[in-house]
């Protein structure tokens, strides 16, 4: 089955001094397909020094303490293009970026 839908869980984002970025909450593949499980997330970066967590969250109106980690792309000083298929009948995901250091996060993005 082909992918339909990509969403960007963080837009094109240059280091600015704010070591701490939360991107917007972006459905998931059981939002609107019921219980499809598998989403595949791309990310490119470029000289970047962080960690991007990739959190989730089975809650329709979340609160902070309803948001999991379900995939973590290490920090790392690198410029790099990749992905990774995450499985999860997840109803949000959303991307969260730690110790950003340096460089510029391109983008990350889901689809299902």
């Known amino acids: 089955m082909s992918q339909a839908t ?20 972006q459905p998931a593949a059981a939002y609107y397909l019921g219980n499809k499980f598998l989403q595949t ?20 109106n979340p609160i902070d303490t309803d948001w999991f980690t379900v995939y ?6 690198l410029t790099e293009s990749n992905y990774e298929n995450i499985q999860g009948n997840f109803v949000w ?8 250091s ?3 996060i391109q983008n990350v ?3 299902y």
Not at 42 to 60: D, G, K, N, R, S
Not at 93 to 100: I, K, P, S
């Open 6 to 25: 990509t969403l960007t869980l963080l837009p094109q984002t240059p280091f600015n001094n704010v070591s701490t970025v939360i991107g917007n909450k």
């Open 41 to 60: 997330l791309t990310w490119t970066v470029a000289e970047a020094t962080a960690t991007i967590a990739i959190q989730a969250t089975l809650a329709e």
């Open 72 to 77: 973590t792309i290490p920090a790392v000083t």
């Open 93 to 100: 995901l959303r991307a969260v970026v730690t110790g950003f």
């Open 102 to 104: 340096v460089g510029t």
């Open 109 to 111: 993005k889901v689809s």
